[in-house]
């Protein structure tokens, strides 16, 4: 029951699984300052707290300590996007409405992408309560998740720019004889008349978002860029009109009376051209995201029973239909290959330039492009699940989430324009007190001007940008990156752990040499083939697939396994054995000199040898390994180049993982390795003052993955692996790594370039605004220039963003 001042909220648990468990739970909640009350309801799988006050905290609290106990509570983790946000300051407001609403546990507002990531308690609220809640405070979210929800807010993107540019267009066709008029015509008859006709359309029909803006804001008792603009030129215009109407007031006094609207009205065309080439400019730093959109078709042709053909909108496909890929076209959804057979183009999606063979039984991905065979798939994963739709997800995830480094920018954002305001106010009276008979006007242009050149956009956009460019360009080079903190941090990695199987080597192995010690015949080559393909051992596949298609098989081929050693088989009487060395010796098969001594050949190159022997004469020995990746070698030299240790850990033999080490010069290795160590032994680098980078791609590899500082999972192990690891490199590719690396070294250049000229505009434009030169020189800035800078200030820090666009990494 709920008392006055008291509000009882369901959180949803999970892992609680016993009496025990949820005694533990209670207990910890017991500890939480905040709770009145509380009980933990097993069989409905829910904690019910009471909270006194401070609703919001106490249930985010309550939330970290159950996690910290290592129990679970369910909540749900969505991207919206956020409507009518004109500056940074607006991003912290929508964040700090959300980050105050009961239920919400983190939120994360990106003005760069304008969208806002938000985890919350489902049992507490849902996005419609969220939605009323930033409206309330004079902005919108989209929550619509429909199929078309994502062009609408496309189309609703385009036709807004498309009205701004013609705002920008009208504004600046006025702007002309506004300037001239108030530079070289100022005492022709009824100038004032002419500007204040010319400045009113500019002021209240193109720069009405200003005003409507800041009165939203006004509202809600906040202040935003919007504030400092409508404030700044509404004062100009206010002023001037006086100044027209009531010329006498000053002359009285004998004090001319300036007008000041061309500076109101250029100062509104300067800030919509700003405007128009910012939105262009962000637009481009998410042409990633587009790109990855683009790659899925709008509809499919489907095989339905007795061979019918029909085409349909991809939204209509399912799991298990069967489709047609025609040469030339792009693949719509998840599949495996049912009939026919072609290469694939895969590098929008790996990054790899070579197109893949593709037979029956073969994966296929949605977005990539068959080349010139036709096929026909069966559907596996369709709409969101596909690869190429969790790709976008985790790009646009990434794009959206903060480096640490934002945490200091947002706050300084949110206390920004209040500071500009009041620095505004005091430089007013600061003129007014010591500029004598113009100390009244030449303070309202130093407080239209502060107001005006006050650049909050600049800081706003100098971390988001270089993170969404730095995570687009990522994406294009095959190197998913989750979060912007694995970006910023992986140029700080100083020691990188590298699993063995799938990582460093193909995770696949394969026959590499044939010695054959006995006259070779084809019937011999069909019984090994035959035996190997029978058995169910992974270096029997091996063996087979070396063979497929040099031998055939012989159906008449009866089989044994020997456990741990091998196998034997029986062809028309006679006994065949395939197996290790201690099962050559227990069937009596010798093995002589040479064979040996290419056998230990074989061994110190990191290779398995099996035998083949007949009766007890040995035919043959085959050598097996899983080949190092081509490019292993020079991705762990250029590791070494950046002054990075490398360090292998392995659950294989000491001999293997001694061979490769030596093979690609690794720093230092260790063999035998159980999963918990890996974790135990990042853990101790990390202890000794190491950046720790985890590389691995098994389930097996998870612990260290979770433990170390940047996580990387190789695109083709486990999705476990790929689920914990915040980076994927999508084609396994090693030499990826130094590439990833070498992006987050310039996404972090880009963004301490971007936040020092912010923060070097605002230092320096602040103060000339005030008019701190006058004394000086008798410069004061004339706030049409100021606009002109203010909106310099946010295209330059986009600008630059973008150079990493085309820069080689």
């Known amino acids: 029951m709920e008392t ?6 369901d959180l949803p648990l999970e892992n609680v699984d016993s009496e025990h468990c949820a005694m533990i739970v209670d207990k910890g909640l017991a500890q939480v300052q905040g709770i009145s009350s509380h009980k933990v309801e097993l069989n409905n799988n829910r904690a019910l707290i009471q909270v006194d006050q401070n609703t919001q905290a106490t249930v985010a609290n309550a939330v970290n300590a159950i996690r910290d106990l290592g129990y679970g509570v369910t909540t749900v983790k969505k991207t919206f996007p956020v409507m009518d946000m004109s500056c940074a300051s607006c991003a912290s407001s929508v964040e700090s409405v959300l980050q105050h609403h009961d239920g919400v546990i983190h939120v994360a507002v990106n003005f760069a992408n304008n969208s806002a990531q938000v985890e919350y308690i489902p049992t507490i609220t849902d996005p419609g309560e969220l939605k009323k809640a930033v409206q309330q405070a004079g902005y919108d979210l989209m929550i619509d998740e429909h199929e078309d929800a994502h062009e609408s807010l496309e189309t609703a993107k385009a036709n807004k720019q498309k009205t701004l540019a013609r705002k920008v267009y009208g504004a600046l066709l006025l702007s002309v004889p506004l300037v001239i008029i108030g530079m070289f015509f100022m005492d022709m008859p009824y100038a004032n008349y002419i500007m204040w006709a010319l400045s009113t359309p500019m ?145 929008m999606i790996s990054g790899e330039p070579v197109p893949v063979a593709k037979q029956k039984g073969d994966p296929v991905f949605a977005g990539t492009i068959n080349q010139k065979g ?40 949110a206390i920004f324009v209040p500071v500009v305001m009041l620095i505004a106010i005091l430089s007013f009276f600061i003129w007014l007190l010591a500029g004598g008979s113009n100390g009244f006007s030449q303070g309202l242009i130093a407080f239209v001007t502060v107001l005006i050149i006050a650049c909050p956009c600049a800081l706003g956009l100098a971390t988001p940008t270089a993170v ?27 020691a990188i752990i590298l699993d063995k199987t799938g990582t460093i080597t193909e995770g696949k192995p394969s026959v590499t040499d044939v010695r054959w010690l006995a006259q070779t015949d084809q019937l011999l080559q069909n019984i090994l083939y035959s035996i190997e393909k029978s058995s169910e ?104 180049k950046e002054g990075i240790k490398v360090y292998m850990l392995t659950g294989d033999n000491e001999h293997t993982a001694r061979a490769v080490a030596e093979q690609l010069h690794i720093d230092d290795y260790k063999a035998n390795v159980l999963p918990a160590e890996k974790a135990a032994f990042a853990k101790t680098l990390q202890q000794q003052g190491n950046v720790v980078a985890m590389v691995g791609d098994g389930i097996n590899d998870s612990n260290a993955l979770a433990q170390a500082d940047v996580s990387i999972a190789m695109g083709k192990g486990s999705d476990i692996a790929m689920d914990v690891a915040k980076m994927t490199i999508i084609s396994s590719d090693l030499s990826k790594i130094p590439e990833a690396i070498h992006l987050s070294d310039q996404t972090v250049k880009a963004i301490k370039q971007n936040l020092f000229w912010a923060f070097i505009y605002n230092m320096i434009g602040i103060p000339l605004a005030a008019g701190i030169l006058y004394p000086i020189n008798g410069f004061l800035l004339d706030p049409m220039w100021a606009g002109a800078a203010m909106a310099f200030s946010s295209v330059s820090v986009v600008a630059n963003s973008l150079r990493l666009k085309w820069k080689k990494i």
């Open 4 to 9: 006055v001042n008291k509000r009882t909220f």
């Open 203 to 347: 002021l209240f029909y193109f720069g009405q978002q200003f005003f409507v803006g800041a009165w939203k804001q006004a509202k809600h008792r906040s202040a935003n860029m919007d504030t400092l603009v409508a404030i700044s030129t509404g004062t100009a215009y206010v002023f001037s009109v006086f100044n027209t109407l009531l010329p006498g007031f000053w002359h009285s006094r004998g004090v001319h009376p300036h007008v000041y609207f061309e500076a109101a009205g250029v100062v509104i065309a300067f800030l919509l051209l700003g405007k128009l080439l910012e939105e262009k400019a962000k637009g481009n730093t998410s042409s990633a995201i587009k790109k990855l959109m683009g790659l899925q078709p709008k509809t499919v042709t489907v095989i339905h029973h007795g061979g019918h053909q029909m085409e349909m909108p991809i939204t209509k496909v399912q799991v298990g239909d069967t489709l047609l890929v025609k040469p030339g076209e792009r693949i719509a959804v998840d599949g495996t290959v049912a009939e026919g057979s072609s290469y694939v183009d895969e590098s």
């Open 374 to 413: 036709g096929f026909q798939f069966t559907a596996n994963k369709v709409g969101g699940d596909t690869v190429l739709a969790q790709i976008i997800k985790m790009v646009q995830d990434a794009q959206g989430s903060k480096a640490p480094v934002q945490k200091l920018v947002d706050k300084i954002a």
């Open 468 to 494: 969404m460019v730095g995570v687009g360009k990522g994406a294009e080079k095959g190197i998913l990156i989750k979060d912007a903190e694995s970006l910023e941090l992986a140029k700080r990695i100083t």
């Open 537 to 640: 051992h992974p270096l029997a596949d091996a063996v087979a697939d070396y063979f497929k298609g040099k031998a055939e098989y012989l159906s008449n081929v009866t089989i044994e396994n020997i456990s741990g050693q091998g196998i034997q088989g029986t062809y028309e009487g006679e006994t065949y054995t395939i197996g290790n060395q201690q099962l050559m010796r227990e069937k009596g098969i010798a093995i002589g000199e040479d064979a040996s001594a290419w056998m230990n050949q074989k061994y110190t190159e990191a290779q398995t040898v099996i035998f083949y022997g007949k009766g007890q004469t040995l035919l043959a020995m085959l050598a097996i390994a899983d080949k190092i990746k081509p490019s292993s070698a020079s991705a762990i030299h250029q590791l070494h």
